[in-house]
């Protein structure tokens, strides 16, 4: 049964750093890509990042330039990702999720991101001003 985690969440002032990670397990497939949504009181989950097998990615404007995503390929059916964040601003405040077994393609419009099935249950980042 694939389990998906999330941990490194927190509260952190404006300006700062945190790092998410993701532990996919349980994987007895390739997994192509995977992705990183938040989701903000009030607000539709939003995409946030994604990272494809080969290391391409692709990020939500909002995100550009402070945000960096990363991946460890299968290793015993386990599949890691992280989420480097950086300069951190209030408006970032939300649950974040990870998503496992997206697809990112590339069309005529730019590279997107199609999540997966999987899914874990989210953990808190808090930004204070």
């Known amino acids: 049964q694939v389990q998906v985690v999330e941990s490194g969440g927190g509260l952190v002032q404006a300006g700062g750093s945190l790092r998410l990670s993701c532990v996919a397990s349980g994987i007895t497939f390739r997994i192509n890509a995977m992705g990183w949504y938040r989701e903000a009181p009030g607000k539709q989950r939003e995409f946030v990042a994604a990272v494809g097998s080969g290391g391409s990615t692709k990020y939500a404007d909002s995100v550009k330039g402070r945000f960096t995503i990363s991946r460890d390929n299968a290793k015993n059916t386990v599949y890691l990702q992280y989420l480097q964040m950086n300069s951190l601003k209030p408006e970032d405040t939300a649950v974040y999720y990870c998503?496992?077994?997206?697809?990112?393609?590339?069309?005529?419009?730019?590279?997107?991101?199609?999540?997966?099935?999987?899914w874990g249950q989210g953990t808190q980042v808090t930004v204070s001003s």
């Open positions: 998503n496992a077994d997206g697809s990112l393609g590339i069309e005529s419009t730019g590279t997107y991101y199609i999540p997966g099935n999987y």
